[in-house]
Nanobody, 124 residues
Framework: QVQLVESGGAWVQAGGSLRRSCAGS????????LGWSRQAPGKERECVAA????????YYEDSVKGRFTISRDNAKNTVYLQMNSLKPEDTAVYYC?????????????????WGQGTQVTVSS
């Protein structure tokens, strides 16, 4: 089992950048696939970025490609989401998530463990 605790910026003007961090517990953190999902009001939770155990494979949802970057540091048990060129439509509650898997997990409902979630607001 792994526990995830998120931190980082939560408000920015359009065009700006934010970095989210998510620290995990447990000695087997490196064996988990990790991802970042978001949920806007009235919409389903969607996975916007995912990374495999080694960091060698990543996935991005089309609307964030070229703007968001997911990375992980297994020595620090941490996964990051760098968000650049933010738009008002990126406003949502963002969650980090983990699943025991060696692959890339690209669907939010497949994740087993979740961070607490943080409201990210991009102001126009």
């Amino acid at each position: 089992q792994v526990q995830l605790v998120e931190s980082g910026g939560a408000w920015v003007q359009a065009g700006g950048s934010l970095r989210r961090s998510c620290a995990g517990s447990g000695r087997t953190f490196s064996t988990y696939a990790l991802g970042w999902s978001r949920q806007a009001p009235g919409k389903e939770r969607e996975c916007v970025a995912a990374i495999n155990w080694s960091g060698g494979r990543t996935y991005y949802e089309d609307s964030v490609k070229g703007r968001f970057t997911i990375s992980r540091d297994n020595a620090k048990n941490t996964v990051y989401l760098q968000m650049n060129s933010l738009k008002p439509e990126d406003t949502a509650v963002y969650y980090c998530a983990a699943r025991f898997s060696l692959g890339v997990v690209v669907t939010a409902r497949e994740y087993d463990y979740w961070g607490q979630g943080t409201q990210v607001t991009v102001s126009s």
